[in-house]
């Protein structure tokens, strides 16, 4: 069975006692930013109910012009005023360099990607540098930003000191 059939199908059941109603502002005015990782439920791991948070996942969880796009977003429009940045260990992008992965993509397309993929090799300068990025656009209203590494293996979220080695 194709994955999206067991989705359709567990959708049924999320759907049945389903309360609707909730403000389309997050309860908790907060935006979290994270990578994609299949290990990170960002809900439960961070007390959050639905209606609570915005959620902009990528690659990372790094901020890029479109992280930025959501933030905005996210503030201006919908009222959140805090940033919680969520890397993790074990991340995919600790994997791989930005040029090594732009030859992978071009020798099996034939077309190599114009954007950078954001490798890093510490998750903890990698939040650093987040944090620097969100501090540096001119686009936000508040910049009340907490940097955390989540470790896949514990479940425990570190909070990083965004001016160590600074
Ligand atoms: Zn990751």
Known sequence: MPEYERMLAANEEWARDFQGGLPVAPARKVAVVACMD??????????LAVGDAHVIRN????????????????????????????????????????????????????????????TFTDADEDVRESIRLLRESPYL??????????????????????????
């Open 38 to 47: 299949s290990r990170m439920p960002l809900f439960p791991l961070l007390g």
């Open 59 to 118: 690659a990372g969880g790094v901020v890029t012009e479109d992280t930025i796009r959501s933030l905005t977003i996210s503030q201006h429009v919908l009222g959140t005023r805090e940033i919680v940045l969520v890397h993790h260990t074990d991340c995919g992008l600790q994997k791989t360099d930005d040029a090594s992965f732009a030859d992978l993509v071009e020798q099996a397309t034939g077309a190599r990607p114009p954007w950078p993929a954001r």
């Open 141 to 166: 209203v508040s910049k009340d930003i907490c940097g955390t590494v989540y470790d896949v293996e514990t479940g425990r979220l570190h909070r990083v000191d965004p001016d160590a080695g600074a």
